[in-house]
């Protein structure tokens, strides 16, 4: 039982590229996050899937793109990558009954 | 903007001796939860208080939260070496749209 798995775990772009961040999770949860954690900083909500087929903005979403692709899979998506975008993004899932969330291991993303 | 703010928002202390963290924010809440964070890791959730509990404890943790003043403390009891790590408050309106954290306190445990 992995949880929620994130890949990759490092990236190196340059300012323009594109990428995609995949995030799974193994737990049947309906709600999945993306949040990202600046040096010396607390998380921000990127963006949130409360369900398969839903997706919604948090407190940071521009420069992102997100997909539920179905209930175990969300990506995220950088189209043009920017400095500002460097950071540790992690992925989430949240335990309604108990409103506790399960982070992934983290992808940590450098732009040039 | 970030909901919590942790203060302090470092400390170090001895081995055996508690630590207190305090987590203030700014609206209204359904819950607040307690995550640590080791260096390099994704974080680990500790504890949820509702926001109709006044206090609650799991193992060395104690939490406290005054919705009147809007805070919120974390006690760990007799610190281990393996304490060490960053401690984040965050705020949760019980609905589907994530969680808002503070800035964290990095806590350091000296042997």
């Known amino acids: 039982n992995a949880g929620v798995t994130q890949t990759p775990k490092f990236q190196v772009l340059k300012t323009g590229q594109s990428m995609t961040l995949q995030c799974a999770q193994d737990?049947?949860?309906?709600?999945m996050y993306w949040y990202r954690q600046d040096p010396g900083m607390g998380l921000r909500l990127i963006y949130y899937s409360a369900s398969e087929g839903t997706t919604d903005k948090g407190e940071v979403p521009n420069g992102y793109n997100v997909s539920r692709l179905n209930k175990r899979e969300f990506s995220l998506r950088l189209e043009s990558a920017a400095p500002s975008q460097t950071s540790v993004y992690f992925c989430a899932i949240v335990r309604r009954a108990t409103y506790e969330q399960y982070f992934g291991p983290g992808t940590r993303l450098t732009v040039t | 903007s970030q909901q919590g703010e942790e203060d302090p928002q470092a400390l170090s202390i001895q081995e055996g001796e508690n630590a207190t963290m305090n987590c203030s924010y700014k609206?209204?809440?359904?819950?607040l939860q307690w995550y640590r964070q080791n260096s390099g890791r994704g974080l680990v959730h500790l504890i949820l208080?509702?926001?109709?509990?006044r206090e609650k404890h799991s193992g060395r943790l104690r939490v406290t939260l005054d919705t009147s003043k809007k805070s919120s403390s974390l006690l760990i009891t007799a610190s281990r070496a393996a304490d060490t790590a960053s401690y984040f408050c965050a705020t949760s309106g019980g609905g589907a749209d994530g969680l808002t954290f503070g800035k964290g306190t990095h806590l350091i445990i000296q042997p």
């Open positions: 737990m049947n949860h309906n709600s």
């Open positions: 609206t209204s809440i359904n819950n």
């Open positions: 208080i509702r926001s109709n509990e």
